[in-house]
């Protein structure tokens, strides 16, 4: 009974809407003029035209400035007969190109809703400040994520501003790289991704806080307001006293909602030493012979968010001297770099990866960055380069290092000049660094030391072996060091595919991954999960860290 009493008062609702929308069209037919719906309609409601008129003018004339474009302002108004409206209309005739819309009350009033933000967007330019002593604070509170739950749930101002504030602080003192506004049917969810993975950080947002929260966020990014079924993109930053953080905005309609995820690029995050990326010694020692030649290029390949264009930076940043020039091309640029020329794709105005990079070689460049190689042109173009007396830095998406063989002739690629070319290939992945502070050592039991040590045995020559005699594994345990997580951290484990002779002369032979992987394992390379069993060996990572990224470790397979 009850449901039948909503669904009734839900019937009643709906067509008192239709027969009000029906009664505006009518009246803007009479008075020749347009009629919009302005709730169902997108209409890009833009604040510095409703800014013209103080809200309780608007809200008396029943009349609302919707858009500036040049010298046309959209207006529109309930009845623009009256005598109020009319006087309204009449100065901003004065300036403008009138161009006026008839709308019921309903849709005027969701425009009016927009004066909400006017006072708070004023002094919006695309940054937001947030109190260096109050991330202090917050740094000091924050240990784990439920203690950022509690802050949030704790603060009960209106102001959207300031529980943004909240929001921003907290994802930093986690030093998370990214937070993901998430509405659902029933709770609204604010997760946070910490060394590579989700936890959630609240999950209680009320609609009317969350749908505040996004409106907050959409005007620091720049974007449209009453959008809601289309994906937009946008930035701002976070200005300290130190350094600035640029903020990725992301936005996409969902069942419940808007979803956000806001990208958190902090300075401080990006390690640039070559050093401190994770190398093992024999694989430092050969990336520095290759990195040091005049030409060539050198390819990371691995999926997004493993690290590649870190390690980029960290060539770059290598080789960077004042006698040289460095140009890149990439989407987006993460991080600025002193001393290097910085481009960035623009879709809309023909700066592609192939065309700026075409653009790139003509401003007489020693070396070159290209965010990825996506096409035949931009793969062509690089090679070319790379043979012509260019050091060339690329990334590509493959599962492991010799993959980018077959994936670049099926790009179309030519195997002449793709061995001639490619210097070295690296696969990347990026794990948790268990916590010095927590981590236990696991009781390990004959035979997997066993395993262990036939798994040693069987690596190529080029790995100091010695300094593997002394083993063990560690696991994960939580303390307020690092979050309750366990971890604290990544770092890097890799796989180094070296383009020697042997493997140029067999790829002129369009060899299969088999033939490539046992010429590459004749030659010394390490294999991207033995890399990180030794460094599960060394107390750096979790077993369970390397399974979750290279798959089940299997100790026979590994002896070979």
């Known amino acids: 009974m009850l449901q039948q009493s909503k669904e009734l008062e839900e019937n009643v609702r709906r067509e008192h809407r239709k027969a009000e929308e029906r009664d505006a069209e009518r009246r803007a037919a009479q008075l020749g003029l347009p009629y919009l719906n302005l709730v169902s309609t997108k209409i890009p409601t833009e604040l510095k035209a409703m800014e013209l008129l103080k ?11 919707l858009q500036i474009m040049r010298k046309k302002l959209t207006v529109a108004a309930f009845n623009p007969t009256t005598p109020d409206a009319q006087a309204v209309i009449s100065e901003f005739k004065k300036k403008y190109e009138v161009q006026l819309l008839v709308c019921s009350l309903t849709s005027l009033d969701h425009a009016l809703s927009y004066y909400q933000y006017i006072n708070e967007t004023k002094d919006i330019s695309g940054s937001v400040e947030i109190n260096e002593d109050n991330i202090r604070a917050l740094q000091e509170k924050i240990k784990v994520l439920n203690d950022l739950s509690k802050e949030i749930a704790a603060f009960k101002s209106p102001y959207t501003s300031q529980i943004l504030e909240i929001v921003l602080a907290g994802a930093l003192a986690m030093k998370a790289s990214d937070a993901h506004l998430e509405p659902g049917e029933e709770v609204n969810t604010f997760r946070l991704r910490v060394d590579g993975l989700l936890h959630t950080a609240y999950e209680k947002f009320t609609p009317l806080v969350y749908k505040a929260l996004v409106t907050r966020i959409k005007l620091l990014s720049g974007l449209k307001l009453n959008i809601h ?17 640029e903020v990725r905005t992301s936005v996409i309609p969902s069942e419940y909602g808007e979803t956000i995820v806001l990208r958190l690029l902090d300075p401080i995050s990006l390690k640039t030493e070559l050093t401190d990326l994770g190398w093992r010694p024999d694989d430092l020692r050969i990336v520095k012979e290759v990195v040091a ?51 960035q794709v623009d879709v809309e105005a023909g700066y592609t990866f192939a065309s700026g990079l075409r653009s790139i070689l003509r401003q007489d460049p020693d070396i070159v960055l290209v965010g990825e190689v996506r096409d035949k042109e931009t793969a062509e173009i690089a090679l070319n380069a790379a043979l012509t007396g260019h050091l060339v830095f690329s990334t590509l998406h493959t599962n492991d290092a010799i993959g980018a063989i077959p994936r670049l002739l099926d790009l179309g690629a030519k195997a002449q000049i793709l061995g001639p070319a490619l210097a070295l290939v690296i696969a990347q992945r990026l794990v948790r660094v268990l916590c010095k502070e927590c981590r236990q ?8 030391k066993e395993n262990i040590r036939k798994f040693i045995a069987g690596l190529p020559d080029r790995v100091d072996k010695k ?57 010394g390379m390490v294999w991207l999960q033995e890399d990180g069993i030794l460094k599960v060996l060394k107390g750096i990572t979790s077993v369970e860290e390397v399974e979750r990224l290279t798959g089940k470790i299997d100790w026979i397979k590994n002896r070979a």
């Not at 993109?233 to 130190?242: E, S, V």
Request: with cysteine.
């Open 55 to 65: 809200e309780e003018d608007a809200r008396r004339t029943l009349v609302v400035p």
């Open 229 to 245: 079924n289309e994906a937009q993109d946008g930035r701002f930053t976070i200005k300290l006293k130190d350094r600035d953080i």
């Open 467 to 523: 300094t593997y005699e002394e083993f063990g594994m560690w696991k994960p345990k939580g303390c307020p060091s690092c979050g309750g997580l366990g971890y604290r951290g990544r770092t890097s484990i890799f796989e180094l595919f070296i383009v020697s002779e042997e493997i140029e002369n067999l790829i002129y032979k369009n060899p299969t991954e088999i033939e490539l992987k046992n010429q590459s394992r004749a030659q």
């Open 441 to 448: 050592e696991a009781i390990l039991d004959d035979e997997t």
């Open 293 to 343: 030649e005049p030409n060539g290029l050198i390819l990371n390949t691995g999926p997004t968010g493993s690290g590649k264009t870190t390690t980029l930076y960290a060539f770059l940043k290598n080789v960077t001297k004042p006698e040289i020039k460095i140009i890149t091309i990439e989407d987006p640029i993460e991080y600025h770099l002193k001393g290097i020329s910085q481009t």
